[in-house]
């Protein structure tokens, strides 16, 4: 239903809703007078959020490729290289888990030695090396 200006207000379209407006606030941008607070999540806070997901998602799961599978790991995927692999290769070292294709994927690079294909411990301490070369270690 239209209001006295012609244009329909959210009260009316929902009129068992309220709605407040939080007063200006630095850290923000306005927009047709109202107020929007832009997220401020810092890349490792992010990074931390996708990674409870994705262990809560795919805990009991055996494959690997199901887990990689999950849309919080492609989330991941998707996020900056740079600021990503020094978390990614902590992680790794911290709670060892599938994160050889993520590290594939950011590095664009194979530092496993082709014998050691299939020996998780092996696979791992290759990249942990590779992030301490590289420096993101």
């Given at each position: 239903m239209p209001s006295k200006n012609g244009y329909t207000?959210?009260?009316?379209?929902?009129?068992?809703?309220?709605?407040?407006?939080?007063?200006f606030r630095p850290k923000s941008w306005e927009t047709s007078g109202?107020?929007?607070?832009?997220?401020?999540?810092?890349v490792e806070e992010k990074f931390n959020r996708l990674v409870e997901r994705w262990r809560n998602e795919t805990g009991g799961m055996s494959s690997p490729m199901l887990?990689?599978?999950?849309?919080?790991?492609?989330?991941?995927?998707?996020?900056?290289?740079?600021?990503?692999?020094?978390?990614?290769?902590?992680?790794?070292?911290?709670r060892p888990d599938d994160w050889f294709f993520a590290l594939r994927v950011h590095s664009e690079e194979n530092p496993i030695d082709p014998q050691s294909v299939g020996d998780f411990e092996l696979v791992r301490q290759a990249w942990l090396e590779w992030g301490k070369r590289n420096h993101y270690l």
């Amino acid at each position: 239903m239209p209001s006295k200006n012609g244009y329909t207000d959210a009260e009316d379209v929902y009129p068992h809703e309220k709605y407040e407006y939080e007063p200006f606030r630095p850290k923000s941008w306005e927009t047709s007078g109202y107020v929007v607070f832009v997220n401020e999540e810092t890349v490792e806070e992010k990074f931390n959020r996708l990674v409870e997901r994705w262990r809560n998602e795919t805990g009991g799961m055996s494959s690997p490729m199901l887990k990689i599978s999950n849309p919080n790991y492609s989330k991941i995927l998707k996020m900056d290289s740079q600021a990503v692999l020094p978390l990614i290769l902590q992680e790794l070292k911290n709670r060892p888990d599938d994160w050889f294709f993520a590290l594939r994927v950011h590095s664009e690079e194979n530092p496993i030695d082709p014998q050691s294909v299939g020996d998780f411990e092996l696979v791992r301490q290759a990249w942990l090396e590779w992030g301490k070369r590289n420096h993101y270690l």
